[in-house]
Protein backbone atom coordinates (compact mmCIF):
# COMPACT_ATOMS: atom_id res chain seq x y z
CA UNK A 1 0.00 0.00 0.00
CA UNK A 2 1.68 3.68 -1.06
CA UNK A 3 -0.42 6.03 0.93
CA UNK A 4 2.41 9.00 0.13
CA UNK A 5 0.54 10.14 -2.65
CA UNK A 6 2.29 13.90 -4.05
CA UNK A 7 0.13 16.72 -3.35
CA UNK A 8 -1.48 19.05 -5.26
CA UNK A 9 -3.49 21.51 -3.45
CA UNK A 10 -3.07 25.06 -3.69
CA UNK A 11 -0.98 26.95 -0.84
CA UNK A 12 -2.24 28.72 2.04
CA UNK A 13 -5.24 27.80 0.88
CA UNK A 14 -8.89 27.63 3.31
CA UNK A 15 -8.07 24.45 6.00
CA UNK A 16 -11.67 24.04 5.74
CA UNK A 17 -12.54 24.07 2.34
CA UNK A 18 -9.51 23.33 0.22
CA UNK A 19 -7.55 21.23 2.67
CA UNK A 20 -6.71 18.12 0.63
CA UNK A 21 -8.95 15.24 1.61
CA UNK A 22 -9.19 11.68 0.52
CA UNK A 23 -12.68 10.01 0.16
CA UNK A 24 -13.93 8.07 3.13
CA UNK A 25 -12.86 4.43 1.95
CA UNK A 26 -9.15 5.55 1.63
CA UNK A 27 -7.22 3.04 3.04
CA UNK A 28 -5.15 4.34 5.86
CA UNK A 29 -3.51 1.11 7.66
CA UNK A 30 -3.91 -3.09 6.29
CA UNK A 31 -1.99 -5.67 8.04
CA UNK A 32 0.22 -8.14 5.97
CA UNK A 33 -2.07 -9.86 4.03
CA UNK A 34 -3.51 -6.87 2.54
CA UNK A 35 -6.78 -7.01 4.90
CA UNK A 36 -7.93 -3.34 5.55
CA UNK A 37 -7.75 -2.07 8.85
CA UNK A 38 -8.64 1.16 8.77
CA UNK A 39 -10.68 3.67 6.48
CA UNK A 40 -10.69 7.15 6.33
CA UNK A 41 -14.14 7.72 7.25
CA UNK A 42 -13.27 5.41 10.55
CA UNK A 43 -13.28 7.16 13.89
CA UNK A 44 -10.44 4.90 14.85
CA UNK A 45 -7.24 4.73 12.59
CA UNK A 46 -5.25 1.40 13.95
CA UNK A 47 -1.99 1.87 12.91
CA UNK A 48 -1.22 -1.98 14.60
CA UNK A 49 0.13 -3.55 11.57
CA UNK A 50 3.26 -0.87 11.96
CA UNK A 51 4.14 -1.78 14.73
CA UNK A 52 3.15 -3.71 17.97
CA UNK A 53 3.05 -0.97 21.09
CA UNK A 54 -0.59 -1.10 22.32
CA UNK A 55 -2.61 1.90 22.48
CA UNK A 56 -0.49 4.31 21.37
CA UNK A 57 -0.72 2.96 17.47
CA UNK A 58 -4.50 3.54 17.60
CA UNK A 59 -5.77 7.44 17.05
CA UNK A 60 -8.95 8.17 17.83
CA UNK A 61 -11.48 10.71 15.99
CA UNK A 62 -15.17 10.12 17.86
CA UNK A 63 -15.00 12.35 21.11
CA UNK A 64 -14.21 15.42 18.58
CA UNK A 65 -17.17 17.15 17.93
CA UNK A 66 -19.27 16.00 14.89
CA UNK A 67 -19.15 19.10 13.10
CA UNK A 68 -15.06 19.34 13.10
CA UNK A 69 -14.35 15.73 12.74
CA UNK A 70 -13.81 15.22 9.27
CA UNK A 71 -11.77 18.31 9.49
CA UNK A 72 -9.49 17.02 12.16
CA UNK A 73 -9.52 13.71 9.85
CA UNK A 74 -7.78 15.81 7.02
CA UNK A 75 -5.61 17.79 8.99
CA UNK A 76 -4.15 14.77 10.21
CA UNK A 77 -4.11 12.81 6.93
CA UNK A 78 -1.96 15.28 5.62
CA UNK A 79 0.23 15.83 8.27
CA UNK A 80 1.07 12.04 8.71
CA UNK A 81 0.31 11.19 4.87
CA UNK A 82 1.49 14.03 2.47
CA UNK A 83 3.67 15.91 3.63
CA UNK A 84 7.46 16.17 4.29
CA UNK A 85 9.48 18.22 6.90
CA UNK A 86 11.90 20.44 6.20
CA UNK A 87 14.32 17.41 6.63
CA UNK A 88 12.63 15.01 3.49
CA UNK A 89 10.88 13.13 6.54
CA UNK A 90 7.82 12.31 7.86
CA UNK A 91 6.28 12.61 11.61
CA UNK A 92 5.90 9.66 13.56
CA UNK A 93 2.89 7.87 14.62
CA UNK A 94 3.37 8.65 18.05
CA UNK A 95 3.77 12.23 17.00
CA UNK A 96 0.73 11.89 15.63
CA UNK A 97 -1.07 10.85 18.39
CA UNK A 98 0.26 13.53 20.39
CA UNK A 99 -0.72 15.87 17.93
CA UNK A 100 -4.40 14.98 18.06
CA UNK A 101 -4.55 16.08 21.89
CA UNK A 102 -4.75 19.21 20.85
CA UNK A 103 -6.34 19.33 17.98
CA UNK A 104 -9.06 18.16 19.84
CA UNK A 105 -9.06 20.33 22.03
CA UNK A 106 -9.00 23.57 19.08
CA UNK A 107 -12.11 22.00 17.81
CA UNK A 108 -14.35 22.03 20.80
CA UNK A 109 -12.91 25.63 21.30
CA UNK A 110 -14.12 27.01 17.65
CA UNK A 111 -16.96 25.39 18.51
CA UNK A 112 -17.76 26.70 21.47
CA UNK A 113 -16.74 30.58 19.00
CA UNK A 114 -18.56 29.51 16.55
CA UNK A 115 -15.36 29.75 14.18
CA UNK A 116 -13.69 27.45 11.64
CA UNK A 117 -10.53 26.05 12.47
CA UNK A 118 -8.55 27.85 9.57
CA UNK A 119 -9.87 31.08 11.56
CA UNK A 120 -8.57 29.61 14.33
CA UNK A 121 -4.89 29.21 12.87
CA UNK A 122 -5.09 32.96 11.54
CA UNK A 123 -6.27 34.89 14.52
CA UNK A 124 -4.06 36.44 17.16
CA UNK A 125 -6.83 37.47 19.52
CA UNK A 126 -8.39 33.83 19.33
CA UNK A 127 -4.89 32.33 20.00
CA UNK A 128 -4.64 34.75 23.10
CA UNK A 129 -7.98 33.29 24.51
CA UNK A 130 -7.25 30.10 23.86
CA UNK A 131 -3.66 30.22 25.70
CA UNK A 132 -6.20 31.53 28.61
CA UNK A 133 -7.58 28.63 28.82
CA UNK A 134 -4.99 25.80 29.27
CA UNK A 135 -4.10 25.38 32.63
CA UNK A 136 -1.23 22.31 32.20
CA UNK A 137 2.47 22.54 31.66
CA UNK A 138 1.42 19.04 29.51
CA UNK A 139 -1.51 20.57 27.42
CA UNK A 140 0.99 24.36 26.77
CA UNK A 141 3.76 21.70 25.74
CA UNK A 142 1.15 19.52 23.21
CA UNK A 143 0.08 22.57 21.55
CA UNK A 144 3.34 24.32 21.21
CA UNK A 145 4.60 20.91 19.34
CA UNK A 146 1.43 21.12 17.04
CA UNK A 147 2.11 24.63 15.93
CA UNK A 148 6.13 23.98 15.35
CA UNK A 149 5.31 20.74 13.84
CA UNK A 150 2.66 22.43 10.92
CA UNK A 151 5.00 25.82 10.85
CA UNK A 152 8.80 24.22 10.17
CA UNK A 153 7.51 22.15 7.12
CA UNK A 154 9.07 23.64 3.67
CA UNK A 155 6.38 26.29 2.38
CA UNK A 156 6.03 24.93 -0.64
CA UNK A 157 4.49 21.74 0.61
CA UNK A 158 2.50 23.41 3.14
CA UNK A 159 -1.39 23.37 2.16
CA UNK A 160 -2.51 25.95 4.78
CA UNK A 161 -1.42 28.82 6.39
CA UNK A 162 -0.59 28.38 10.38
CA UNK A 163 -0.23 32.35 11.81
CA UNK A 164 1.59 33.56 8.95
CA UNK A 165 2.71 37.16 10.32
CA UNK A 166 1.46 36.51 13.38
CA UNK A 167 3.59 36.72 16.69
CA UNK A 168 2.69 33.48 18.56
CA UNK A 169 6.26 34.06 21.21
CA UNK A 170 2.73 33.82 23.44
CA UNK A 171 3.12 30.09 23.11
CA UNK A 172 6.16 30.13 24.92
CA UNK A 173 5.25 32.66 27.57
CA UNK A 174 2.21 30.67 28.11
CA UNK A 175 4.48 27.45 28.41
CA UNK A 176 7.07 29.59 30.72
CA UNK A 177 4.46 30.64 33.01
CA UNK A 178 3.09 27.32 33.50
CA UNK A 179 6.95 26.21 34.78
CA UNK A 180 7.12 24.06 31.79
CA UNK A 181 10.47 24.49 30.21
CA UNK A 182 13.28 22.40 31.61
CA UNK A 183 11.29 21.05 34.85
CA UNK A 184 10.25 17.93 33.12
CA UNK A 185 12.97 16.12 32.53
CA UNK A 186 16.16 16.99 34.39
CA UNK A 187 18.98 15.17 34.78
CA UNK A 188 19.10 12.84 37.88
CA UNK A 189 21.70 12.83 40.21
CA UNK A 190 24.20 10.89 40.24
CA UNK A 191 23.68 9.40 44.39
CA UNK A 192 20.26 8.93 43.27
CA UNK A 193 20.58 7.17 39.75
CA UNK A 194 23.58 4.65 40.62
CA UNK A 195 21.34 3.36 43.61
CA UNK A 196 18.38 2.96 41.37
CA UNK A 197 21.07 1.50 39.41
CA UNK A 198 22.56 -1.08 41.80
CA UNK A 199 18.64 -1.66 43.32
CA UNK A 200 17.54 -3.28 39.87
CA UNK A 201 20.86 -4.92 39.10
CA UNK A 202 20.45 -6.31 42.88
CA UNK A 203 16.58 -7.62 42.06
CA UNK A 204 17.82 -9.09 38.93
CA UNK A 205 19.85 -11.16 40.02
CA UNK A 206 17.87 -12.00 43.45
CA UNK A 207 14.89 -12.78 41.09
CA UNK A 208 16.90 -14.63 38.72
CA UNK A 209 17.99 -17.24 41.16
CA UNK A 210 13.86 -19.05 40.80
CA UNK A 211 13.62 -18.02 37.15
CA UNK A 212 13.64 -21.74 36.25
CA UNK A 213 11.10 -22.47 38.53
CA UNK A 214 8.89 -19.69 37.73
CA UNK A 215 9.07 -20.20 34.33
CA UNK A 216 8.12 -23.90 34.78
CA UNK A 217 4.83 -22.51 36.79
CA UNK A 218 3.68 -20.30 34.30
CA UNK A 219 4.01 -22.31 31.65
CA UNK A 220 2.28 -25.00 33.48
CA UNK A 221 -0.73 -22.42 34.45
CA UNK A 222 -1.21 -21.57 30.73
CA UNK A 223 -1.35 -24.99 29.07
CA UNK A 224 -3.43 -26.31 32.11
CA UNK A 225 -6.71 -23.89 32.58
CA UNK A 226 -7.62 -23.71 36.17
CA UNK A 227 -4.15 -24.87 37.38
CA UNK A 228 -3.16 -22.84 40.61
CA UNK A 229 -6.78 -20.60 40.54
CA UNK A 230 -8.94 -20.96 43.42
CA UNK A 231 -11.77 -23.51 43.61
CA UNK A 232 -14.84 -20.59 42.36
CA UNK A 233 -12.74 -19.50 39.22
CA UNK A 234 -12.23 -23.39 38.47
CA UNK A 235 -16.10 -23.74 38.31
CA UNK A 236 -17.40 -20.74 37.03
CA UNK A 237 -14.50 -19.48 34.51
CA UNK A 238 -13.53 -23.33 33.22
CA UNK A 239 -16.55 -25.49 34.13
CA UNK A 240 -14.14 -27.80 35.29
CA UNK A 241 -15.39 -30.84 37.26
CA UNK A 242 -12.22 -32.43 38.80
CA UNK A 243 -10.71 -29.48 41.07
CA UNK A 244 -6.87 -28.93 39.95
CA UNK A 245 -4.27 -27.90 42.65
CA UNK A 246 -5.18 -24.07 43.97
CA UNK A 247 -2.50 -21.54 44.09
CA UNK A 248 -0.57 -22.58 47.30
CA UNK A 249 -0.40 -26.14 46.24
CA UNK A 250 1.12 -25.20 42.82
CA UNK A 251 4.01 -23.23 44.37
CA UNK A 252 4.60 -25.92 46.51
CA UNK A 253 5.17 -27.94 43.62
CA UNK A 254 7.33 -25.77 42.05
CA UNK A 255 9.57 -25.03 45.16
CA UNK A 256 8.31 -21.12 45.19
CA UNK A 257 6.80 -21.40 48.82
CA UNK A 258 9.26 -19.12 50.63
CA UNK A 259 9.68 -16.69 47.20
CA UNK A 260 5.97 -15.96 47.06
CA UNK A 261 5.53 -15.73 50.96
CA UNK A 262 9.09 -12.84 50.90
CA UNK A 263 7.42 -10.80 48.28
CA UNK A 264 3.56 -10.85 49.47
CA UNK A 265 2.66 -12.89 46.86
CA UNK A 266 -0.69 -15.14 47.33
CA UNK A 267 -2.11 -15.96 43.63
CA UNK A 268 -1.51 -15.89 39.87
CA UNK A 269 -2.49 -12.09 39.41
CA UNK A 270 -0.08 -11.31 42.19
CA UNK A 271 2.56 -13.37 40.76
CA UNK A 272 2.08 -11.57 37.66
CA UNK A 273 2.17 -8.27 39.16
CA UNK A 274 5.49 -8.29 40.90
CA UNK A 275 7.06 -10.33 37.49
CA UNK A 276 5.95 -7.47 35.70
CA UNK A 277 7.11 -4.86 38.04
CA UNK A 278 10.50 -6.40 37.83
CA UNK A 279 10.22 -6.25 33.93
CA UNK A 280 9.06 -2.75 33.80
CA UNK A 281 12.58 -1.83 36.24
CA UNK A 282 14.37 -3.62 33.89
CA UNK A 283 12.95 -1.17 31.20
CA UNK A 284 14.17 2.01 33.21
CA UNK A 285 18.26 0.33 33.29
CA UNK A 286 17.91 -0.45 29.49
CA UNK A 287 16.87 3.36 29.14
CA UNK A 288 18.99 4.48 31.17
CA UNK A 289 22.24 2.11 30.30
CA UNK A 290 21.81 3.10 26.52
CA UNK A 291 19.21 6.51 26.05
CA UNK A 292 16.80 4.92 24.17
CA UNK A 293 13.30 6.34 24.14
CA UNK A 294 10.36 4.21 25.12
CA UNK A 295 9.32 3.27 21.78
CA UNK A 296 12.88 1.99 20.71
CA UNK A 297 12.87 0.00 23.80
CA UNK A 298 9.80 -1.48 22.86
CA UNK A 299 11.20 -2.50 19.26
CA UNK A 300 13.90 -4.28 21.25
CA UNK A 301 13.22 -7.98 20.53
CA UNK A 302 14.72 -11.41 22.30
CA UNK A 303 17.48 -11.17 20.25
CA UNK A 304 18.48 -7.62 19.71
CA UNK A 305 21.78 -7.40 21.88
CA UNK A 306 25.38 -8.24 20.56
CA UNK A 307 28.62 -8.08 20.56
CA UNK A 308 31.08 -6.42 18.26
CA UNK A 309 34.20 -5.86 17.96
CA UNK A 310 35.29 -2.02 16.80
CA UNK A 311 39.62 -1.62 16.86
CA UNK A 312 40.06 -4.03 19.47
CA UNK A 313 37.51 -2.76 21.41
CA UNK A 314 34.19 -4.74 22.66
CA UNK A 315 31.00 -2.83 22.44
CA UNK A 316 27.83 -3.92 23.22
CA UNK A 317 24.95 -2.58 21.06
CA UNK A 318 20.97 -2.90 20.98
CA UNK A 319 19.65 -3.14 17.45
CA UNK A 320 16.25 -2.11 17.16
CA UNK A 321 14.04 0.23 15.02
CA UNK A 322 13.04 4.30 15.36
CA UNK A 323 9.25 4.89 16.29
CA UNK A 324 8.89 6.47 12.80
CA UNK A 325 6.54 4.57 10.47
CA UNK A 326 6.69 6.48 7.32
CA UNK A 327 7.59 5.88 5.16
CA UNK A 328 8.99 2.66 7.56
CA UNK A 329 10.33 1.41 10.65
CA UNK A 330 14.32 1.88 9.90
CA UNK A 331 16.60 -0.24 11.85
CA UNK A 332 19.90 0.91 13.72
CA UNK A 333 21.63 0.62 17.30
CA UNK A 334 22.38 1.85 20.75
CA UNK A 335 25.60 1.29 22.41
CA UNK A 336 25.13 0.49 25.58
CA UNK A 337 27.00 -2.01 28.46
CA UNK A 338 27.63 -5.21 29.30
CA UNK A 339 26.48 -4.67 33.13
CA UNK A 340 22.86 -4.86 31.58
CA UNK A 341 23.17 -8.65 30.22
CA UNK A 342 21.64 -9.69 33.27
CA UNK A 343 18.21 -7.92 32.65
CA UNK A 344 18.02 -8.65 29.60
CA UNK A 345 18.52 -12.20 29.83
CA UNK A 346 15.56 -12.17 32.43
CA UNK A 347 13.04 -10.24 30.25
CA UNK A 348 14.32 -13.14 27.29
CA UNK A 349 12.83 -15.77 29.26
CA UNK A 350 9.78 -14.22 29.65
CA UNK A 351 9.50 -12.95 26.26
CA UNK A 352 10.50 -16.55 25.02
CA UNK A 353 7.70 -17.73 27.42
CA UNK A 354 4.65 -15.81 26.11
CA UNK A 355 5.88 -15.21 22.21
CA UNK A 356 6.48 -19.30 21.82
CA UNK A 357 2.73 -19.66 23.56
CA UNK A 358 0.94 -17.78 21.02
CA UNK A 359 3.42 -19.10 18.14
CA UNK A 360 5.67 -16.24 17.02
CA UNK A 361 9.13 -17.44 15.59
CA UNK A 362 11.53 -16.75 17.85
CA UNK A 363 13.24 -13.68 15.68
CA UNK A 364 9.95 -12.22 16.21
CA UNK A 365 9.36 -11.77 19.60
CA UNK A 366 9.04 -8.58 21.42
CA UNK A 367 11.14 -8.33 24.45
CA UNK A 368 8.39 -6.38 26.28
CA UNK A 369 5.65 -8.59 24.66
CA UNK A 370 2.38 -7.97 27.19
CA UNK A 371 1.95 -10.76 29.58
CA UNK A 372 -1.70 -10.71 29.00
CA UNK A 373 -1.13 -13.48 26.53
CA UNK A 374 -0.57 -16.05 28.65
CA UNK A 375 -2.05 -14.78 31.69
CA UNK A 376 -5.15 -14.91 30.18
CA UNK A 377 -5.64 -18.68 30.07
CA UNK A 378 -8.91 -18.37 27.79
CA UNK A 379 -7.57 -15.77 25.54
CA UNK A 380 -7.55 -16.27 22.08
CA UNK A 381 -4.33 -14.84 20.13
CA UNK A 382 -5.90 -12.52 17.11
CA UNK A 383 -2.64 -12.21 15.51
CA UNK A 384 -2.23 -8.50 17.48
CA UNK A 385 1.11 -8.76 19.49
CA UNK A 386 0.96 -6.26 22.53
CA UNK A 387 3.49 -4.78 24.57
CA UNK A 388 3.58 -4.12 28.18
CA UNK A 389 1.10 -1.24 28.73
CA UNK A 390 2.21 2.06 30.12
CA UNK A 391 -0.27 1.92 33.53
CA UNK A 392 2.74 1.18 35.67
CA UNK A 393 4.13 4.53 35.37
CA UNK A 394 5.07 3.73 39.21
CA UNK A 395 7.01 0.68 40.01
CA UNK A 396 7.82 -0.21 43.41
CA UNK A 397 11.37 0.44 44.04
CA UNK A 398 12.89 -1.80 46.37
CA UNK A 399 14.13 0.13 48.75
CA UNK A 400 12.22 3.90 48.02
CA UNK A 401 14.01 5.38 51.01
CA UNK A 402 17.50 5.19 49.57
CA UNK A 403 16.32 7.40 46.55
CA UNK A 404 14.83 10.68 48.90
CA UNK A 405 16.20 13.76 47.86
CA UNK A 406 18.53 15.68 50.19
CA UNK A 407 20.28 18.74 50.15
CA UNK A 408 23.21 17.59 48.51
CA UNK A 409 20.53 16.38 45.12
CA UNK A 410 18.97 19.67 45.61
CA UNK A 411 21.97 21.62 45.19
CA UNK A 412 22.96 19.37 42.21
CA UNK A 413 19.76 20.65 40.17
CA UNK A 414 20.73 24.22 41.11
CA UNK A 415 24.44 23.69 39.56
CA UNK A 416 22.92 21.95 36.77
CA UNK A 417 19.96 24.45 35.94
CA UNK A 418 19.85 27.43 37.86
CA UNK A 419 17.30 28.68 36.10
CA UNK A 420 14.62 26.40 37.51
CA UNK A 421 13.38 27.34 41.19
CA UNK A 422 13.47 23.94 42.37
CA UNK A 423 13.21 24.29 45.82
CA UNK A 424 9.57 25.42 45.10
CA UNK A 425 8.69 22.95 42.75
CA UNK A 426 6.68 19.63 45.03
CA UNK A 427 8.10 16.99 42.86
CA UNK A 428 12.03 17.82 44.22
CA UNK A 429 11.38 18.93 47.72
CA UNK A 430 13.74 17.97 49.95
CA UNK A 431 12.62 14.17 51.66
CA UNK A 432 10.65 13.09 48.72
CA UNK A 433 11.25 9.90 47.16
CA UNK A 434 12.47 10.77 43.27
CA UNK A 435 9.86 10.88 40.41
CA UNK A 436 11.67 8.91 37.53
CA UNK A 437 10.37 9.40 33.75
CA UNK A 438 11.48 7.87 30.46
CA UNK A 439 12.65 10.78 29.51
CA UNK A 440 15.47 11.76 32.59
CA UNK A 441 16.87 8.79 31.77
CA UNK A 442 17.55 9.97 28.17
CA UNK A 443 19.08 13.20 29.27
CA UNK A 444 21.08 11.55 32.03
CA UNK A 445 23.17 9.89 30.09
CA UNK A 446 23.63 11.86 27.84
CA UNK A 447 24.97 14.61 30.09
CA UNK A 448 27.10 12.34 31.64
CA UNK A 449 28.41 11.15 28.60
CA UNK A 450 29.06 14.28 27.39
CA UNK A 451 30.96 15.32 30.55
CA UNK A 452 32.92 11.73 31.00
CA UNK A 453 36.25 13.38 30.68
CA UNK A 454 35.39 16.54 32.19
CA UNK A 455 33.68 16.00 35.27
CA UNK A 456 35.26 13.59 38.07
CA UNK A 457 32.13 11.74 38.83
CA UNK A 458 32.55 10.31 42.35
CA UNK A 459 28.60 9.14 43.32
CA UNK A 460 28.25 7.46 39.76
CA UNK A 461 28.31 3.74 39.51
CA UNK A 462 31.96 2.68 37.72
CA UNK A 463 30.10 0.76 35.50
CA UNK A 464 27.59 3.15 33.89
CA UNK A 465 31.13 5.85 33.90
CA UNK A 466 32.35 3.06 31.52
CA UNK A 467 28.98 3.03 29.88
CA UNK A 468 29.13 6.85 28.91
CA UNK A 469 32.47 6.53 27.92
CA UNK A 470 32.14 3.73 25.44
CA UNK A 471 29.17 5.91 24.15
CA UNK A 472 31.23 8.90 23.50
CA UNK A 473 33.70 7.24 21.78
CA UNK A 474 31.55 5.12 19.45
CA UNK A 475 29.39 7.73 18.57
CA UNK A 476 31.84 10.36 17.59
CA UNK A 477 33.26 7.40 15.61
CA UNK A 478 33.29 8.49 11.81
CA UNK A 479 32.29 4.57 11.19
CA UNK A 480 28.90 5.59 12.97
CA UNK A 481 27.98 8.41 10.71
CA UNK A 482 24.38 6.56 9.44
CA UNK A 483 23.15 7.71 12.91
CA UNK A 484 22.37 11.14 10.73
CA UNK A 485 19.18 9.41 9.43
CA UNK A 486 17.62 10.14 12.78
CA UNK A 487 17.39 13.30 14.61
CA UNK A 488 16.42 12.15 18.08
CA UNK A 489 18.71 9.46 18.13
CA UNK A 490 20.63 9.34 21.75
CA UNK A 491 23.71 10.69 19.77
CA UNK A 492 22.27 13.73 18.72
CA UNK A 493 20.80 14.41 22.33
CA UNK A 494 24.90 13.79 23.23
CA UNK A 495 25.69 16.56 21.08
CA UNK A 496 23.17 19.10 21.84
CA UNK A 497 23.32 18.65 25.32
CA UNK A 498 27.56 18.67 25.30
CA UNK A 499 28.05 22.32 25.66
CA UNK A 500 25.97 22.48 28.90
CA UNK A 501 28.12 19.53 30.64
CA UNK A 502 30.88 21.78 29.66
CA UNK A 503 29.71 24.60 31.24
CA UNK A 504 28.59 22.69 34.61
CA UNK A 505 32.24 21.04 34.67
CA UNK A 506 33.64 24.19 34.31
CA UNK A 507 31.70 26.06 37.46
CA UNK A 508 31.65 22.59 39.44
CA UNK A 509 35.36 22.10 39.07
CA UNK A 510 36.72 25.50 38.48
CA UNK A 511 34.86 28.37 39.45
CA UNK A 512 33.40 26.46 42.82
CA UNK A 513 36.50 24.59 43.59
CA UNK A 514 37.61 25.08 46.86
CA UNK A 515 41.03 23.94 46.14
CA UNK A 516 43.69 26.92 45.42
CA UNK A 517 44.14 26.87 41.65
CA UNK A 518 46.93 27.25 39.98
CA UNK A 519 48.86 27.58 36.53
CA UNK A 520 48.54 31.15 34.55
CA UNK A 521 45.30 30.83 33.97
CA UNK A 522 44.30 29.06 37.51
CA UNK A 523 46.32 32.09 39.65
CA UNK A 524 44.34 34.83 37.36
CA UNK A 525 41.22 33.38 38.29
CA UNK A 526 42.19 33.54 41.78
CA UNK A 527 43.51 37.19 41.50
CA UNK A 528 40.48 38.41 39.80
CA UNK A 529 38.46 36.53 42.32
CA UNK A 530 36.42 35.06 39.62
CA UNK A 531 35.44 32.20 41.82
CA UNK A 532 31.78 32.48 42.92
CA UNK A 533 29.76 30.79 45.59
CA UNK A 534 26.58 27.61 44.92
CA UNK A 535 24.10 31.02 45.82
CA UNK A 536 21.41 30.25 42.77
CA UNK A 537 21.12 33.80 41.84
CA UNK A 538 24.90 33.77 41.30
CA UNK A 539 24.97 30.49 39.41
CA UNK A 540 22.30 32.00 36.80
CA UNK A 541 24.25 35.05 36.32
CA UNK A 542 27.58 32.44 35.72
CA UNK A 543 25.48 30.44 33.30
CA UNK A 544 23.90 33.38 31.21
CA UNK A 545 27.75 34.91 31.13
CA UNK A 546 29.38 31.66 30.28
CA UNK A 547 27.08 30.40 27.68
CA UNK A 548 27.23 34.08 25.80
CA UNK A 549 30.78 33.75 26.04
CA UNK A 550 30.27 30.05 24.26
CA UNK A 551 28.12 31.85 21.51
CA UNK A 552 30.72 34.37 20.73
CA UNK A 553 33.80 31.22 20.20
CA UNK A 554 35.09 32.94 23.17
CA UNK A 555 34.58 30.32 25.85
CA UNK A 556 35.84 26.46 26.32
CA UNK A 557 36.97 24.16 28.93
CA UNK A 558 38.74 20.37 28.11
CA UNK A 559 40.80 18.54 30.71
CA UNK A 560 44.13 17.86 30.34
CA UNK A 561 46.75 15.08 31.75
CA UNK A 562 46.61 17.15 35.17
CA UNK A 563 43.56 19.80 35.05
CA UNK A 564 41.93 21.66 32.44
CA UNK A 565 42.77 23.72 29.03
CA UNK A 566 40.61 26.89 28.37
CA UNK A 567 42.36 28.16 25.26
CA UNK A 568 39.47 28.36 22.14
CA UNK A 569 42.10 27.86 19.80
CA UNK A 570 43.29 23.91 18.39
CA UNK A 571 46.10 22.64 20.29
CA UNK A 572 47.12 18.92 20.45
CA UNK A 573 49.45 20.04 22.83
CA UNK A 574 47.84 17.62 25.55
CA UNK A 575 47.11 15.05 23.03
CA UNK A 576 50.99 14.44 22.51
CA UNK A 577 51.56 14.76 26.01
CA UNK A 578 53.59 17.74 25.94
CA UNK A 579 53.76 18.85 29.17
CA UNK A 580 56.28 21.84 29.80
CA UNK A 581 53.94 23.38 26.44
CA UNK A 582 50.73 22.73 28.55
CA UNK A 583 52.71 23.84 32.11
CA UNK A 584 53.66 27.07 30.58
CA UNK A 585 50.29 28.12 28.41
CA UNK A 586 48.40 30.79 29.69
CA UNK A 587 44.98 28.96 29.15
CA UNK A 588 45.81 25.93 31.70
CA UNK A 589 44.89 25.53 35.41
CA UNK A 590 45.65 22.51 37.87
CA UNK A 591 45.02 22.37 41.66
CA UNK A 592 47.71 20.41 43.82
CA UNK A 593 45.61 17.48 44.43
CA UNK A 594 44.76 16.96 40.23
CA UNK A 595 48.51 17.23 40.21
CA UNK A 596 48.67 14.39 42.88
CA UNK A 597 46.43 11.82 41.05
CA UNK A 598 48.24 12.71 37.94
CA UNK A 599 51.53 11.59 39.47
CA UNK A 600 50.00 8.49 40.86
CA UNK A 601 48.30 7.21 37.79
CA UNK A 602 51.00 7.94 35.35
CA UNK A 603 53.63 5.96 38.15
CA UNK A 604 51.08 3.49 38.52
CA UNK A 605 51.10 3.03 34.58
CA UNK A 606 55.19 3.19 33.91
CA UNK A 607 56.33 0.72 36.72
CA UNK A 608 53.70 -1.73 35.26
CA UNK A 609 55.93 -1.79 31.80
CA UNK A 610 57.25 -4.75 30.78
CA UNK A 611 61.01 -5.55 30.62
CA UNK A 612 60.80 -5.72 26.95
CA UNK A 613 62.93 -3.05 24.40
CA UNK A 614 59.38 -1.40 23.92
CA UNK A 615 58.76 -1.61 27.56
CA UNK A 616 62.28 0.07 28.47
CA UNK A 617 61.40 3.14 25.76
CA UNK A 618 57.96 3.56 27.27
CA UNK A 619 59.64 3.30 30.44
CA UNK A 620 62.42 6.78 29.53
CA UNK A 621 60.03 8.44 27.75
CA UNK A 622 56.95 7.98 31.55
CA UNK A 623 59.59 9.01 33.72
CA UNK A 624 60.60 12.07 31.55
CA UNK A 625 56.77 12.92 31.75
CA UNK A 626 56.75 11.92 35.57
CA UNK A 627 59.79 14.09 36.52
CA UNK A 628 58.43 17.15 34.36
CA UNK A 629 55.15 16.61 36.51
CA UNK A 630 56.78 16.54 39.94
CA UNK A 631 58.89 19.68 39.03
CA UNK A 632 56.15 21.10 38.59
CA UNK A 633 53.88 20.58 41.66
CA UNK A 634 57.43 21.16 43.64
CA UNK A 635 57.81 24.99 41.87
CA UNK A 636 53.86 25.08 42.68
CA UNK A 637 54.63 24.66 46.74
CA UNK A 638 57.49 26.77 46.73
CA UNK A 639 55.84 29.44 45.25
CA UNK A 640 52.89 28.69 47.94
CA UNK A 641 55.22 28.48 50.76
CA UNK A 642 56.94 31.69 49.69
CA UNK A 643 53.30 33.55 49.56
CA UNK A 644 52.61 31.89 52.88
CA UNK A 645 56.05 32.94 54.71
CA UNK A 646 55.37 37.16 53.52
CA UNK A 647 51.72 37.13 54.64
CA UNK A 648 52.86 36.03 58.55
CA UNK A 649 56.13 38.69 58.22
Request: proline share 4%; with cysteine.
Amino acid sequence: MNNQAKKNTPLNCDIKTQLDTPGGDYVISENDQGVVVSRFKDDVWDFYPYGPIKNSKRVHFENIPAAYRDEIKSIAYNLYFKIENGIGGFIEISTLHSHIQPLRKIAFFCEKSSISISDFFNSADKLILFLEGIDTKGSAAQFNALVNTLRSYKSKKLPYSVYKGIDISCIRQRIKELNYENRQHPIIPQRILSELISQIQELVVEVSAYNNKIIRLLKKMSKDPGYGLSRATQIEDYGIDVIKPFFGDAIKTFNLVNFCKDRGISNKTNLYEYINNVRFLCRWLIEAYSGMRKGEVYSLTSSSLNSVQIDLEEYWLFSGTTTKLVPGQKLTTWVTSKDIINAYDFLKSFSLLIGSHIGLKKSEIPLFISSDHIARTKAVFDGKVILMGSNNNNPKIPNEEKIIIDKNDLDFLYRVNPFIDWSNDDKFQIGKVWSFTDHQFRRSIAFYAAQSNMVTLPSLKRQYQHCTFAMTIYYSSAKNSYLSSDSKHIAYLLSSISLDAEIYGYIENILLSKDELHGPKGQFIEKKELKVTDDPRILKATWIETKKLAKKGMFSCKPTLFGYCTSTSNCDGSLTMDIPACIDCKNSITTIPKLKKAIDSYELVVNSEPNTSEGEFNKRFGFEILDKLKNYKNKIEKRKKYEYSNKIS
